[in-house]
């Protein structure tokens, strides 16, 4: 007889390989036959609703690991809270409007100024769709579940329409206005930007003093003094129209040689170093406010510049006396309107300088910058130039610079429900909670949100205009035009003549001939998808306002949650969500941003097809995601060596559950020995732990305690101790049964457990699982606590029992290091401990030869006659020699009982028993 046949082996088709890149698409195909998502809707309808709703991405080309790390994450908390007692619809989205659509038709050679707004519209919308679908594959690729059959897009008329209402509850509340003031301004992208579109980098830029001469002093100073500004943007000197002080600095007129200049006394030392004057005087001291109203006379142009008092004006640079242009500046055009000046701004819609600029007209306003100093030398009025390096705007799209620009656009009122907002930020959940600081500073500091664009490819600002210029927005118009865009989407607005757009018969006191034009400009990406609680949230049956949570990258403070929250609270009162969370950004191994120019992007679809998206998406669970993260080969590969163990553990579990009947052979909890019930005890605290992380978004922590979990509790301890008994023990041994259901309860809720994260491999187990009923562990609730008489007792017994094991395991690997033996279980272990710990170890039942994995152990006495060759840890001495006796043939162990059993001399009697009665007659 062959005794390793006799032999419980682990047995399962469960393969040892993941080979992920493969099996994945054909378990995401299954999930495709079967509907999941239409499935886990069916299983949760009438739970409590839980909505985490989708920001959308913008449908321009692949997706990239920042896209990846978003969407895992929420379908990390989608899926559990469709496993704990809720349902939880996912909707995901698509941002489709907006100049990246346009420039990349215009890369492809489509020649938009040869064809109409309307048919321009209709070529960007079809590559939209196509984006979409390419990104819909690549998110379902990765295991995100979701209604991808029924995405929400902003293009699709149904949203459009609801958008207009959003704008036009906002214009009734009286929130929209059109104004000409400074706004960000492209000209790389010709539009107006909003300052969500804004980012900063360092530019190169000329740092100017120039003299203004006074020409009427108030009596306070004289004539011919020179007021001193400072600017960084020598462009717009020509559209200088004042300066302003500080009505409380105190301002010094200094003599220097035989010319008086004015300038704050604080800043004195600095301008005083900057244009190396020696031995200034001052001649005179005056507060700001005593200035009020004088004049001085622009030195290129015949006007006046007027003197004005403003508390934007600070002593941190320049002079004290700040260069103010109405039209390209937020604080020069308030002061400016408080003063009545007018709003000049001689800078046309390419950045480029008009007829009001003079001589200056036909330049783009950076090329400007050096004829207007050059003429400000030869007027005498400049006093300093150098070039310096400091963070600047820039088209967050294009890259390029932006400017200040005053033109005729479309506003949204945020001073008129600013207190509502911040009470609505003060109301809401933040995860991290520096995220409410963060808005709220915004939202507190922030002006007016212009809303319009200047582009075709957008949602149309819906007002049309009379004939006398007034623009019409009533219940009647906005209702007309949203029924239309609901019926033939946004592209009709582009495609009827003014009149054929409002309802018929409407009739306007101011167009007596029936005339109406209509406004060309677009709305503000952000009011596209900062609308979606309405399109989306309000639209959808399955769904509510306001929704559960939001959850974006950090950058999304200043986009998406800022947008949502204005529109929400404007048209609702309340904020849009309840909750917010958001996450960092996906940088490299060595911490700097991606970047193909760098060659150091790491592409979702690269590691899915090498590793598989399990891995991808335990990498996810296994950072710090609220801050920014870092992904390479070396850090996945990291990641793919404790998927590695976590798949062999259930791979273990379901070798040793072959033949093992859930409903028939599961061993009475309280019947169970006391080393199973404490696996069963750590298996809670793993259940309770983690079902908490998941509920306050810990990821990291429960990758850490599912990864100590198998290698620590279950592979390093108790798959161990229970491999003798499940692998030699009788078939239907007490013992083996009573391990078997530990092995099955924790197998069934570790594969729970895992499902949000590896949802992959956990539906590939759960075909495995013996005695299951649910087609998919998608389809079943998150384990429960599996009750224990005397936990907390248990716990703490074998958890001081283990520090024992610790130490017996450091002895036997000296043991090892020194020849004495080979394998554990060549020791005989013989230990001297204290009384503390002799009657811990006497209390124990269990077979100590088992829970050390050695052939002979013995409790030898007290610690104080332990031998002088023994090893001494802590309150233990531990001596180890060879077992005496023969090898067991079949389970390896030494005995010297090996050979009592005549017709079996190979075995020990254990061994030879299971034999004689499980196999010899087989």
Known sequence: MEYKDTLLMPKTEFPMRGNLPKREPEIQEKWKEMNIYKKVQEQTAGRPLFILHDGPPYANGDI????????????????????????????????????????????KGVKRKEMSVAEFRKLCEEYAYVQIDNQREQFKRIGVRGDWDNPYITLKPEYE?????????????????????????????????????????????????????????????DEGVKIIIWTTTPWTIPANLGISLHPQLNYVVVAVE????????????????????????????????????????????????????????????????????????????????KYGLDVLCPVDEKGVMTEEAGEFAGLFYDQANKPITEKLAEAGALLNLTFITHSYPHDWRTKKPTIFRATAQWFA?????????????????????????????????????????????????????????????TDETINHISNLFREHGSNIWFEREAKDLLPDGYTHEGSPNGTF????????????????????????????????????????????????????????GKAPYKGVLSHGFA???EGRKMSKSIGNVVLPSKVMNQLGADILRLWVASVDYQSDVRVSDPILKQVSEVYRKIRNTFRFLLGNLDGFNPETDKVAIQELPEVDRYMLVKLNKLITQSKLSYENYEFATIYNMVNNFCTQDLSSFYLDYAKDILYCE???????????????????????????????????????????????????????????????AIEEKWTSFMNVRDNVLKALEEARNQKIIGKSLNAKVKVYVNEETKNLLDSIKESFEQL???????????????????????????????????????????????????????????????????????
């Not at 001291?285 to 009020?292: I, N, P, Q, R």
């Not at 090898?887 to 162990?893: H, P």
Request: a negative charge; aromatic letters at 8%; proline letters at 5%.
């Open 517 to 572: 034009t209509k406004e060309t400009d677009i709305m503000d990406v952000w009011f596209d998808s900062g609308s979606s609680h309405q399109a989306v949230l309000e639209e959808r049956e399955d769904l509510q306002r306001p929704a559960d949570l939001y959850l974006e990258g950090s950058d999304q403070y200043r986009g998406w949650f800022n947008s949502s929250l204005s529109t929400s609270v404007a048209v609702t």
């Open 64 to 107: 990239h690991m920042g896209h990846a790390m978003n969407k895992v994450l929420k379908d990390f908390i989608v899926r559990f809270k469709s496993m704990s007692g809720f349902q939880a619809p996912y909707v995901p989205g698509w941002d489709t409007h907006g100049l990246p659509i346009e420039t990349a038709l215009t890369k």
């Open 587 to 589: 940088l490299d191994g």
């Open 852 to 922: 050390f994995i050695v052939s002979e152990f013995e409790l030898a006495g007290d610690v104080s006659n332990a031998p002088a060759e023994a090893v001494k840890l802590e309150d233990i001495a531990i001596a180890v020699t060879k077992a005496e006796g023969e090898t067991c043939e079949r389970c390896w162990n030494v005995s010297k009982q090996v050979g009592q059993v005549e017709e079996h001399p190979t075995l020990c009697p254990r061994c030879a028993t299971v034999v004689k009665e499980h196999y010899v007659n087989q």
């Open 258 to 337: 035989n010319e008086k200049f004015l300038i704050a006394e604080a800043l004195l030392e600095s301008v005083k170093e900057t244009l190396g004057w020696d031995n200034p005087s001052i001649v005179k001291t005056v507060k700001g406010s005593e200035l009020d109203r004088a004049v001085a006379k622009h030195p290129l142009y015949d006007r006046e510049s007027l003197v004005m008092l403003g508390e934007h004006v600070t002593t941190e640079a320049g002079t004290g006396c700040v260069h103010t242009a109405p039209g390209h500046g937020e604080d020069d055009f308030i002061v400016g309107q």
């Open 413 to 473: 009122s945020i001073k008129d429900f600013r207190s509502e907002l911040l009470e609505a930020i003060e109301e809401t959940k933040w995860v991290p909670a520096w995220g409410e600081t963060r808005l709220f500073n915004m939202v507190r500091d922030r002006g007016d949100w212009c809303i319009s664009r200047q582009r075709a490819w957008g949602v149309p600002i819906p007002v049309l205009y009379a004939e006398n210029g007034e623009p019409i927005i």
């Open 730 to 792: 009788a078939p239907n041994g007490k013992e083996r049964k009573a391990i078997q259901t530990v092995l099955y309860e924790s197998l069934v809720s570790l594969t729970k457990l895992v499902s949000p994260i590896l949802s992959h491999t956990a539906d590939e187990v759960w075909a495995f699982i013996p005695g299951v009923t649910e087609e998919s562990v998608q389809l079943t609730l998150m384990p429960e606590e599996i009750s224990v008489d005397d936990a907390q």
């Open 161 to 221: 329409a609801q958008q207009i209402k959003v704008f036009g509850d906002m214009a009734k509340k009286g929130y929209i206005y059109k104004g000409k003031k400074p706004v960000y301004w492209s000209p790389s992208s010709e539009s107006a930007l909003a300052e969500a579109e804004i980012e900063y980098q360092d530019k190169r830029s000329a740092s100017i003093y120039v003299a203004f001469e006074v020409t009427d002093g108030k009596g306070v100073i």
